[in-house]
């Protein structure tokens, strides 16, 4: 069965600093996987998504995924964080990604970025 | 193109009740998902529909249940309701079926039980 693991649940950089946000996943399959995001009282906005085309994928607002089959890992960063990045970020995989739509998410990780 | 919408925004119910969301999905998107999110639970998979057909179902009660109208519209219901049940329902949409089609959510509906 698919699943994700966020590795941490809590993280606070300061404004200008990289981000790093965690993410391990598991698959019987070659997995579709993604990082979505969603502020207080909004709904899931696409950061990216990554379907085998390139490990390393671009989404937006400066965000950049690397897929490391090797490592089982997803991890999501941003060379420099802004004020307006504080959200919360969730890792999904696909539960089968020529099937169905269903997807199995992390349990979040909540971004805080200082001034 | 308009986003992913539900109604109502914000519901109030009491425990006993039933309840009907609605979700219309991105103008030429045909599957729609929905996903329940709490605080202990995260978010889980509740149900997806492509063509009016339920294609995949999460580990859920029969109480909640759902349909697809021929204009891709959906709606799910929750009948009995439980304070456990109080979450916030999410909404997706995506062109195809399959993660294949990525989905877009919508600000989904918040209900509270009392």
């Known amino acids: 069965a698919q699943s994700v693991t966020q590795l941490d649940s809590h993280v606070s950089v300061s404004e200008g600093t990289p981000v790093l946000l965690r993410c391990n996943y598991s698959s019987s399959y070659s997995p579709s996987l993604f990082w979505y995001v969603q502020h207080p009282n909004k709904g899931l906005q696409l950061l990216l998504k990554y379907t085998s085309a390139a490990t390393l994928v671009k989404g937006i607002n400066g965000f950049e995924a690397e897929f490391k089959k090797s490592e089982t890992s997803f991890h999501l960063t941003k060379p420099s964080a802004h004020m307006s990045d504080a959200a919360e970020y969730f890792c999904v995989v696909s539960e089968d990604p020529g099937n169905t739509g269903k997807l199995i998410f992390g349990q979040g990780t909540t971004l805080q970025v200082k001034p | ?114």
């Open chain 2, 1 to 114: 193109k308009a986003g992913v919408t539900q109604t109502p925004r914000y519901l109030i119910k009491t425990r006993g009740q039933q309840v009907t969301l609605s979700c219309s999905p991105i103008s030429g998107h045909r599957s729609v998902s929905w996903y329940q999110q709490t605080p202990g639970q995260g978010l889980q998979f509740l149900f997806e529909y492509f063509s009016e057909t339920q294609r995949n179902k999460g580990n859920f009660p029969g109480r909640f249940s759902g349909r697809q109208f021929s204009n891709s519209r959906s709606e799910m219901n929750v009948s009995t309701l439980e304070l456990g049940d109080s979450a916030l329902y999410l909404c997706a949409s995506s062109v195809g079926q399959g993660a294949a089609g990525t989905q877009y959510f919508g600000p989904g509906t918040r209900l509270l039980v009392l």
